[in-house]
């Protein structure tokens, strides 16, 4: 899985139409920890205007959100689930984002690729973005 080619994704053009159709994103896998690239990424979707919603197995409060256990757990609409989570567990959150039918969108972060995913979250309907960082595509394009 590691250094998979995506062979499904969206081109810069999509990628600006997904950022504004997007309100709300789920980060999976977003850490406590400031340090972690998840929290550097969801504090500039936080001041860029997007509402996040930190999935994270343990916690009650990340950057000042309620803490989910799992996309299942969330009880509003999600636009986007930002992926920060291992190219094994990427399949998982996929089948989560289908079995909620709301979910316009799956982005998985640089150097996470899971094709098979990927492909599966197009058929369900979703936009999808692999390999590239929500903070670097919306600062490049607005």
Same mark, same amino acid.
């Given at each position: 899985?590691?250094?998979?080619f ?6 810069n053009e999509? =990628?600006?139409?997904i950022f504004k159709? %997007?309100?709300?994103? $789920? =980060?999976?896998? #977003?850490?406590p920890?400031?340090?972690?690239a998840?929290n550097?990424? $969801?504090?500039? #979707?936080?001041?860029? /205007?997007f509402k ?8 009650d409060e990340? #950057? /000042?959100?309620k803490?989910y256990k799992?996309l299942?757990?969330?009880p509003f @609409?999600i636009?986007?689930?930002d992926?920060?989570?291992?190219p094994? &567990?990427?399949?998982t959150?996929?089948?989560? $984002? =289908?079995?909620? /039918?709301?979910?316009? =969108?799956?982005w %998985?972060?640089? /150097? ?5 995913a &990927?492909?599966?979250a197009?058929?369900a ?6 390999? @590239?960082? %929500?903070?670097?595509?919306?600062a $490049?394009?607005?």
């Amino acid at each position: 899985m590691e250094c998979e080619f995506p062979t499904v994704n969206s081109n810069n053009e999509e =990628i600006i139409e997904i950022f504004k159709q %997007t309100k709300t994103i $789920a =980060i999976a896998g #977003l850490s406590p920890d400031p340090e972690k690239a998840s929290n550097r990424v $969801a504090v500039y #979707l936080q001041n860029a /205007g997007f509402k996040i919603v930190p999935i994270y197995p343990k916690g009650d409060e990340i #950057l /000042g959100e309620k803490v989910y256990k799992s996309l299942a757990e969330i009880p509003f @609409k999600i636009d986007m689930v930002d992926i920060f989570r291992k190219p094994d &567990a990427i399949a998982t959150v996929v089948d989560e $984002a =289908i079995a909620r /039918g709301d979910v316009d =969108i799956v982005w %998985t972060q640089l /150097g996470l690729v899971n094709n098979e995913a &990927a492909a599966k979250a197009k058929e369900a309907g979703m936009k999808v973005v692999q390999n @590239k960082c %929500t903070k670097i595509e919306h600062a $490049a394009n607005f």
